[in-house]
Nanobody
Framework: EVRLVESGGGLVQPGGSLRLSCAAS????????MSWVRQAPGKGLEWVSA????????YYAQGMKGRFTISRDNAMNTVHLQMNSLKPEDTAVYYC??????????WGQGTQVTVSS
């Protein structure tokens, strides 16, 4: 059974930090590009960041580079998103996504991040 389980969300004050984690199982993790995608209340999905299968390439959406850092541990089948200098507009449900070049894709159930004073 394929599973992507996010954790690490919560309530944080503006300027604070959170580290999201996504634990993967049931598929060949190191064959997949891993991404984080978020959905703010009342809005559509927004791509946040991605990391290549071997971790050598990372990508960030505008406004997130320099604040967010994506990483992966293929030995542990995990991907992380370190989020610093959080803003209220970062409030969203954050989803973990696994995507393969041949079209297979999997999603986690999401973890809520709320940035508020």
């Amino acid at each position: 059974e394929v599973r992507l389980v996010e954790s690490g969300g919560g309530l944080v004050q503006p300027g604070g930090s959170l580290r999201l984690s996504c634990a993967a199982s049931g598929f060949a993790f190191d064959d997949y590009t891993m991404s984080w995608v978020r959905q703010a209340p009342g809005k559509g999905l927004e791509w946040v960041s991605a990391i290549s299968w071997n971790g050598n390439a990372t990508y960030y959406a505008q406004g997130m580079k320099g604040r967010f850092t994506i990483s992966r541990d293929n030995a542990m089948n995990t991907v992380h998103l370190q989020m610093n200098s959080l803003k209220p507009e970062d409030t969203a449900v954050y989803y973990c996504n696994a995507a393969a070049t041949w079209g297979a894709a999997y999603w986690g159930q999401g973890t809520q991040v709320t940035v508020s004073s």
